[in-house]
């Protein structure tokens, strides 16, 4: 992203802004309000307002999760909000660009399970958290994977739609009985259903399904105690996918889709379809690329086996044996509701106090709460040697002492919480100037001061280059 032309401007308004307050609780005067981080000068009236945070969404947002901002915190924009000079961002399906992402962006969040079309390997390389919302769509979800049994158990379709021909002949009621036979089918009681992936969802369906009198098999091999706990009692744990499609009359698939070597694009190949029965019913909520279609095709083509999924599928979209429906898995308003209500509070939670929780790319951070008269420094670093060592030694420097502070690593990436004391006895500290020395440590992405003004106290090493 190429923002040079830009960076004399921003320089020149954060000068501008600069507020010099006394901290609560001490009369050190300490200047936190600094800039406005990623503002054009020229943009500033139009796009801003002091003192608040500025979120912007794609797609279209449920107005009640958006109502979970504090609106004297918090103002929200549209799509149409181009210059994209945001402090956060929060879509569903909006495939994002690195270009909509600009310098002042902290945090990404998706109203979704998935995080398929956001570039999160960028991002962790820019030192920008990328959020998700599991569980707010689990029930929505797990109504339609059963009603996809229903459909695939008794050629409901078939059936409506060879009622609207008859009823175009008019012939329905003189038909109607007799061609019933046609469409028999199986009832889900006493039958056995093997759920592939025990989250949020696959936890829900395997529960419902007991309840509907199924016996259930269940394949996961990172099973958590929180999905565990709400497992039916009667249910018979697998050691592979294999093992647990084998003798299953329906089979539902409630994994992520993963790209890459060990990854999981189409997991459900040749060698699971295989061992499956003639007849099952294979139920695939959850991505389309898990699925091999050719394997699958073949399966459809030499048994009464069927196929349902709410994905795209080019090859098996007209199989007499497939019902290939809308993307609807999470298409009720209760879920939008759910999903854009916890991404909000988790994006508004982590701008104000810093705390992590649901990132893909982040490690989670449970953070105490910030003590009376101290200020909290957030820095995000690559997670190499020496790092944490250097951070530190810019505090000791100042002569600041930390009274408390927390390191935490996910892969590449490391995430540091320090809250300061700024009763020293000595000349004031500008706390800009420590900023600056602190984002511009070897290996540090960025850092926050989470206090003061909404907005204020961003700021990043790209390439060496100071960038407010």
């Known amino acids: 992203m190429n923002c040079l032309g830009t960076l004399a401007v921003r320089r020149a308004a954060s000068r501008r802004l600069l507020q010099v307050r006394p901290l ?6 300490i200047d936190v309000d600094h800039y406005s981080s990623g503002w054009n000068i020229e943009d500033i009236g139009e796009f801003t307002k002091a003192g608040k945070y500025q979120i912007q969404t794609f797609n279209k947002i449920s107005e009640k999760g958006l109502q979970r901002f504090p609106p004297a915190r918090f103002e929200v924009k549209g799509t149409e909000w181009e210059t994209n000079n945001a402090h956060a961002i929060l879509l569903r399906s909006h495939k994002l660009q690195e270009s909509e992402i600009d310098v002042s962006v902290r945090a990404i969040a998706r109203c979704g399970a998935g995080t398929n079309n956001i570039p999160v390997a960028r991002c962790t390389e820019l030192g920008i958290p990328v959020f998700n919302t599991p569980g707010a769509n689990a029930n929505a979800v797990k109504e339609l994977v059963l009603c996809g049994m229903l459909l695939g158990s008794r050629r409901i379709v078939d059936g409506i739609n060879h009622m609207k021909e008859l009823g175009r002949q008019g012939l329905a009621k003189e038909r109607v009985e007799k061609d019933k036979s046609m469409f028999g089918g199986q009832e889900l009681k006493g039958k ?28 996961d091999p990172a099973l ?12 018979t744990l697998c050691d592979s996918i294999s093992a647990a499609v084998a003798n299953a009359d329906y089979i539902s698939i409630n994994i992520p889709y993963i790209k890459g070597p060990n990854g999981t694009h189409g997991i459900i190949g040749k060698d699971v379809i295989r061992v499956m029965k003639p007849n099952a019913v294979l139920l695939n909520f959850a991505r389309g690329e898990l699925v091999d279609s050719e394997a699958m095709k073949e399966f459809l083509d030499n048994g009464d086996g069927r196929y349902v999924s709410d994905f795209p599928d080019d090859l098996l979209w007209d199989h ?46 449970s953070l105490p709460h910030r003590p009376e008269g ?8 690559k997670n190499q040697p020496g790092v944490l060592a250097s951070i530190t030694d810019v505090f000791a420097k100042a002569k600041l002492n930390i009274i408390q502070q927390i390191n935490l690593s996910k892969g590449d ?24 020395k602190l984002t511009l440590t070897d290996g540090v992405l960025s850092s926050r001061i989470v206090f003061g003004t909404p907005g204020a106290g961003y700021a990043r090493n790209i390439d060496g280059q100071y960038w407010v």
């Open 24 to 29: 609560t609780g001490t009369t050190i005067p």
């Open 192 to 219: 056995t259903l093997a759920v592939i992936g025990l989250g949020h969802i696959g936890a829900s369906t395997a529960r419902d399904a007991a309840a509907l009198g199924m016996d259930i098999i269940g394949y």
């Open 224 to 235: 958590s105690i929180d999905s565990a706990l709400k497992l039916p009692n009667e249910i």
């Open 320 to 365: 007499k044996n497939a019902i290939i429906l809308p993307h609807l898995g999470a298409s009720t308003e209760e879920a939008e509701d759910a999903a854009a209500a916890m991404a909000a509070d988790t994006i508004a939670d982590f701008l104000q106090t810093g705390t992590i929780k649901n990132s893909v790319n982040f490690p989670t951070a």
């Open 374 to 381: 101290s200020i909290r420094i957030s820095v995000i670093n």
């Open 413 to 436: 990436i490391a995430y540091n919480v320090l809250d300061i004391d700024p009763s020293w006895d000595h000349e004031s500290v500008s706390i800009k100037d420590l900023q600056k």
